[in-house]
């Protein structure tokens, strides 16, 4: 009887501790959970406390811009730009057959040369204005000058799209134009460029330009000038020069984009614009169309992409061409050019590319013997010319180009080559499409 009570019992006494046990358990693990819950609500309130504090820094940072940007130094780069050339004809006799030549619009020297180097200051003048310098360091006959290339200030946050530039610039007007020479995909300017603008037309003036609120891109501007330099030059009695340009573009899926610009430039009442051969005076009137594509496959262009340019441009000018100790000549000119270059992008870090330049001239006056001797007349020559280079880019701040023209800017064919050096030193701003 006492063995049965004892073994009756025997399971009771082995259930009671565990369940006690199992009590202890769960009040445990109830209360370390509560901690957790404590603890972890305590971070989150901490951590919503820091991105609150991040945001109000934040826009106390944009808020003041100006300030903010005061606080350093402008930002500072330099680019150098040199080469070592080689022609089979003389540069110091180049010519274009048919146009006046400005004065920047020769070729380098023979041999090894400084090319153009910049040196360019930018930064934030305040919340409302931005300025930038740009001094051109060149190689001319074997002495070492400086100008002014570009200086100007321009709005920030002028709204509506609006944004105003005065100073000093290169004009907006067509695709290669208001880019600098370093920024290129050879190293000369074509033709029609070297032709009709002296290499690049800028501005000492005022440009408005208006970026509507489309979903696609469009941009319209304005400029007004001193007329200063080619293809104004001399002297003015009014505002010097003026123009208007419009551009548009888009992309087309992933992997395509394009660009359509339209330009128009004009200079009225010249007084002795000098030449190489001459000096003019009279009206000049431009007008021109540009076109870009780029390809990327997928929008990357980091190891193949393509790109097709094209510029047409042509220009009326009407007046009198006089070469001093020799005499005048009305002029009624007519003049227009063209270039198409393609760049592919084969390999990372690779660029290979091709370019054809073409001029045609319709000049003529009342004195057939002076505009011959000033070169302007082309006798059924259109100056041409073919360009091959490749460029080797082993990151974004340096570039090894070399570079072959076979140029027909006289009769006489010139053979042309070059091996051009590029380094970007300092802070550098990205370049436009």
Known sequence: MRKH????????????PSAVFAADDVATLKKELDQLKQDYQQRIEALEKRIEA?????VAASATPAQKANSFNPALSLVLNGRVSTYSRSPDDYALTGFALGEEAGLEKEGFSLGESEITLAANTDQHWRGQMTLSLADNNGETSSSVEEAFIETLGLGHGLTVRAGRFFSGIGYLNGKHA???NFSDAPLVYRGLFGNQIKQDGLRLSWLPPTDQYIELGAEIGNGQSF???????????WAVFAKTGGDIGVSHSWQLGLS????????????????????????????VYKWAPNGNPQDKALTLLAEYFRRDENGSVDIEETGSSSLDGNQDGWYAEGIFKF????RAGLRYDQLN???????????TEAGLLADGFNPHRA???LEWSPSEFSRIRVQYNRDNSLPETDNQGSVQYTQALGSHGAHQY
């Not at 293809?231 to 020069?241: F, K, M, T, V, Y």
């Open 5 to 16: 009570l004892l073994l009756a019992a025997l399971p009771a006494a082995l259930v009671l």
């Open 54 to 58: 991040s945001e109000q820094k934040s």
């Open 182 to 184: 370093h920024a290129w």
């Open 231 to 241: 293809p104004a030059g001399g002297s003015h009695s009014d505002i010097g020069d």
């Open 264 to 291: 128009h430039y004009q200079a009225d009442d010249i007084v002795g614009r000098e030449a190489a051969t001459h000096s003019f005076s009279g009206d000049s009137k431009l007008n021109g169309i540009d076109v």
């Open 347 to 350: 390999k990372r870090h690779w």
């Open 361 to 371: 001239s319709n000049n003529s006056g009342d004195n057939s013997e002076i505009l």
């Open 387 to 389: 360009s091959a280079m």
